[in-house]
């Protein structure tokens, strides 16, 4: 279900070290239209910076991206870096510069080995076609144990078209735009405006509502290419297909946003943490992200202890409106608390928290919006990883 027209190639420029891919190529055939949405981070790595540049063109045809090296934090000579890949790309491919994007993804701090990604590009570009959307999904891979691929078919009118999307992400994982590279590309004729707000849509129900740990990445990138290639007639806000191309990204990302969570690193846990009964959504996002960012709540969850207490003292600080002797918490279907009490059910709660997928619901019982949000455990291996990153 690869969308008709994409190209795909990878290489080895040992960048952090030598032995796996490390570059990627997604090329287009055609010029596309293109959206995209970075990191909220003040703090902005090199390609990021570029790419809001030319995003406001909303055309592309290329993304080129690499891993090991997130060319974050690197000043000019950054900036002077990402812009020479991206004019090596562009000749190769005989296409201006304006149409290629890229990505950075790995350690903040270091500068890119520049001497061992020149001669690789060459080869990137002749080896289009050669390599599959497993290949690039596995070459921006850092701390990430598997590579993820969600993929749709998609019936526009008398046609189906598809959507395919990868992404990488594993740790530094926290809205807005979790921590991840998430490239996306379909041959469906999109209007560019309709294709940025369909985008935006679903970037706030998927990676918007994610976390693993807390930290806020300086290199957050989705991008999304449409290149038409399906003939179809052009889908606008206005077109009958809207909603259900609308329906299918939102669903390729959030399947992808959910396996960031469940490869969360060191993660033994997938939690849905869903908060109703809010004032508003605001204040919904708000309680549910001060539970799934708590490390005591995520300790607790690793250790199977349903220590609801952890959940309301979480509540009680996250700035909501609450009143304590109206909430409500479930551990699954086992009620642990209602209205604001223990309801003794301690062990059937924990017997839930054995399982690999848990869902907690919190009624705060003062409105009627709600939100979920996405995220997992903390567990030792969790510290492993991040004390050993740079070695």
């Known amino acids: 279900?690869?969308?008709?027209?994409?190209?795909?190639?990878?290489?080895?420029?040992?960048?952090?070290?030598?032995?796996?891919?490390?570059?990627?190529?997604?090329?287009?055939?055609?010029?596309?239209?293109?959206?995209?949405?970075?990191?909220?981070?003040?703090?902005?790595?090199?390609?990021?910076?570029?790419?809001i540049k030319k995003i406001k063109s909303g055309r592309g045809q290329a993304i080129?991206?690499?891993?090991?090296?997130?060319?974050?934090?690197?000043?000019?000579?950054?900036?002077?870096?990402?812009?020479?890949?991206?004019?090596?790309?562009?000749?190769?491919l005989n296409i201006k510069s304006?149409?290629?994007?890229?990505?950075?993804?790995?350690?903040?701090?270091?500068?890119?080995?520049?001497?061992?990604?020149?001669?690789?590009?060459?080869?990137?570009?002749?080896g289009l076609g050669r390599s599959t959307i497993k290949d690039v999904a596995e070459a921006i891979m850092t701390t990430d144990t598997f590579p993820k691929i969600v993929t749709r078919k998609v019936r526009i009118g008398s046609k189906t078209g598809s959507i395919a999307g990868i992404c990488k992400g594993a740790g530094m994982i926290c809205p807005d735009?979790?921590?991840?590279?998430?490239?996306?590309?379909?041959?469906?004729?999109?209007?560019?405006?309709?294709?940025?707000?369909?985008?935006?849509?679903?970037?706030r129900e998927s990676f918007n509502r994610i976390t693993v740990d807390g930290d806020r990445s300086t290199n957050d990138t989705v991008l999304i290419m449409a290149n038409g290639m399906l003939g179809n007639s052009q889908v606008t806000e206005k077109s009958g297909s809207y909603?259900?191309?609308?329906?299918?990204?939102?669903?390729?990302?959030?399947?992808?946003?959910?396996?960031?969570?469940?490869?969360?690193e060191g993660a033994s846990k997938f939690v849905e943490i869903e908060v109703r009964?809010?004032?508003?959504?605001?204040?919904?996002?708000?309680?549910?992200?001060?539970?799934?960012n708590s490390n005591l709540v995520k300790t607790a969850i690793y250790g199977c202890d349903a220590n609801w207490g952890r959940i309301m003292a979480a509540i009680g600080y996250s700035g909501v409106t609450v009143k304590e002797e109206k909430v409500d918490i479930n551990f699954g279907k086992i009620k642990i608390v209602k209205n604001g009490l223990s309801t003794g059910r301690d062990r059937e709660a924990n017997r839930v928290l054995k399982g690999k997928d848990t869902k907690i619901?919190?009624?705060?019982?003062?409105?009627?919006?709600?939100?979920?949000?996405?995220?997992?455990?903390?567990?030792?291996?969790y510290i492993k990883v991040n004390a050993a990153y740079r070695t």
């Open 277 to 292: 009964g809010a004032r508003n959504v605001t204040e919904a996002e708000d309680a549910a992200f001060a539970v799934a």
């Open 177 to 203: 735009m979790a921590t991840m590279l998430c490239f996306i590309m379909t041959d469906i004729s999109v209007n560019q405006k309709t294709l940025d707000k369909s985008l935006d849509s679903a970037v």
């Open 361 to 381: 619901i919190i009624d705060l019982k003062i409105g009627r919006s709600s939100a979920k949000v996405r995220t997992c455990d903390l567990t030792e291996e």
């Open 1 to 51: 279900m690869i969308p008709k027209g994409f190209l795909f190639s990878t290489a080895e420029a040992s960048i952090k070290k030598p032995g796996r891919k490390d570059l990627a190529l997604i090329y287009s055939e055609v010029e596309g239209n293109i959206a995209g949405r970075f990191t909220s981070n003040k703090i902005k790595a090199a390609p990021v910076k570029l790419d």
């Open 98 to 126: 304006s149409l290629v994007y890229i990505s950075s993804t790995g350690v903040i701090g270091a500068p890119m080995p520049m001497e061992r990604i020149r001669p690789e590009i060459p080869k990137l570009v002749d």
């Open 243 to 264: 909603p259900i191309f609308k329906k299918a990204l939102s669903e390729v990302m959030l399947e992808l946003s959910n396996l960031i969570v469940k490869d969360g």
């Open 64 to 92: 080129v991206a690499n891993s090991g090296n997130a060319n974050a934090c690197t000043g000019r000579k950054g900036i002077l870096d990402a812009v020479d890949i991206v004019r090596l790309v562009a000749e190769g």
